[in-house]
Each structure stands twice: as structure tokens, then as C-alpha cells.
């Protein structure tokens, strides 16, 4: 069934997208609570206009999430659970946990639905995920999962957890330069025995 979005449906449609969805999901959601309508001749030319209302919205919508990329830039986000033997964790820290904390640093609340993590974190560590701020601005944050009884402290454990991390990025840079420098070199070798060539 051909519908047009009067309102944007997350993983559905946009407002004032034309799409064809099945007639069910139609009929028994997506109509009765005013978010689609039948795609009549009236409602497409309205489509226009709702297209250009959500362009808009979109573009505040992204100009916000920048603003708040910025407030979690460098941030990681720590989580101090109890934790069992071998680092496995007595629970395990879902999106909620993780919107919740994001929260605290951003000042305000983040929807659980906006955390892309593929499964629950159920040991100790330092995990990358995304957070969808809005349709176009996905950053990734970090999440340390750490011991809250950990001898040295939850702060002094956190830095030693994120130090690994720290001390690796220099390694392929180093790596490059001197892959850099030997291509350099080979082209270097290469340029001297051009020269050669032609008189041979």
C-alpha cells in the first residue's frame, strides 16, 4: 500500500516520503495514529511541503547533535559494576546504562534507542560505540567497563585500562614513517638507475 509519512518513523519513513509498505502495518499503525495517509492525489501535493518541513528540521536537528558531540568528545564514558572472577561482570551494562550516563555528561536525557550496541557488555574493558544524535551525526564514544571494587581505585584503574589504547596509536605512525621512508628510498634507487636505461 502506497502511503504517504505525515510525521517521521524511525527504520519506516521520513515526513513527506512516499513509500509502499505492507497494507497490515498500514491499516493498524501507522494510519489509525495519524503518522501515514493513503497516497491520494490531495496528500501528494502536500507531500512537497512536508518534505521541505522535515529538510529543516533535520538540518537544526544535526546542527544540535554537533553541539553535543562536542560535549562528549574525550569523554569516556565509565561504568563501575560488580565484577566476578575472570572479568566477567555480575550483570552487564545495556544501551539503558549507557544513555544513562551519556545523559550526565550531556545534561540532559538521551533516549536508550539512540545507543547502538550490538550486544550487552557483560565483561571488563574499553569498548567503542555508536551513538545516533541524529540521522547524520553518529559518533562513536567510549565505554569502560570497570571494577567499582578494583584495588586501586575505579580512576586509577580507568586510566590504566585507557593507556593501552593511548600507547598503541604511535606504533602505525612510526610504522608508517619508516614504510615512508623506504618507498622513498626505493624511489630514490629507482630514479639513479632510470637514467641508465636508455643508453643500454
Known sequence: MKVVFLETVEGSGSMGEVRTVAPGYARNFLLPRGL???????VLARAERLREIEESRQRSQDERARELVGKLEGKPLVMAVRVGEQGRLYGSVTNVDIAQKAGEILGEELDRRRILL???IRKVGVYTVPVRLSRSVVPDVQVVVVDVDAPEGVDAA?????????EEAPVPTQAFAVSMAQATEDEATDDESEPGTPSA
Not at 501515514?36 to 490531495?42: G, R, W
Not at 580507568?158 to 593511548?166: C, G, N, R, S
Open 158 to 166: 580507568v586510566a590504566e585500562m585507557l593507556k593501552p589504547a593511548m
Open 118 to 120: 550490538p550486544e550487552v
Open 36 to 42: 501515514a495517509a493513503p497516497a491520494t492525489p490531495t
